[in-house]
Nanobody, 118 residues
Framework: QVQLVESGGGLVQTGGSLNLSCATS????????VAWFRQAPGKQRELVAL???????NYADSVKGRFTISRDAAKDTVHLQMNSLKPEDTGVYYC????????????WGQGTQVTVSS
């Protein structure tokens, strides 16, 4: 089992920044990918950014150049630094983990709300 706990969400004005954290515990050595998803009201959940064990990353086009995913190995925590926030970044942000040998994300956090006011 892998446990994921998100934190760092909140209310911020357009152009502001937030740093989300995803604390991982349990069988973290089995984790191949950690990703951030978001879900806006009335919309489907979408992938925002992911980081593989080999440190390679991918970003949604809508956040490239503004968001950065990184890992603090000492604390087993994955961060999502979000800069130049826009109202369309509003939503619930979820951390998810995929284990080696799996094709999908089988562990999810509870989510943290991000609201960007215009």
């Amino acid at each position: 089992q892998v446990q994921l706990v998100e934190s760092g969400g909140g209310l911020v004005q357009t152009g502001g920044s937030l740093n989300l954290s995803c604390a991982t515990s349990g069988r973290v050595f089995h984790v191949y990918v950690v990703a951030w998803f978001r879900q806006a009201p009335g919309k489907q959940r979408e992938l925002v950014a992911l980081r593989r064990r080999d440190e390679s990353t991918n970003y949604a086009d809508s956040v490239k150049g503004r968001f950065t995913i990184s890992r603090d190995a000492a604390k087993d925590t994955v961060h999502l630094q979000m800069n130049s926030l826009k109202p369309e970044d509003t939503g619930v942000y979820y951390c998810a983990a995929m284990e080696f040998g799996n094709s999908g994300y089988n562990y999810w956090g509870q989510g943290t709300q991000v609201t960007v006011s215009s």
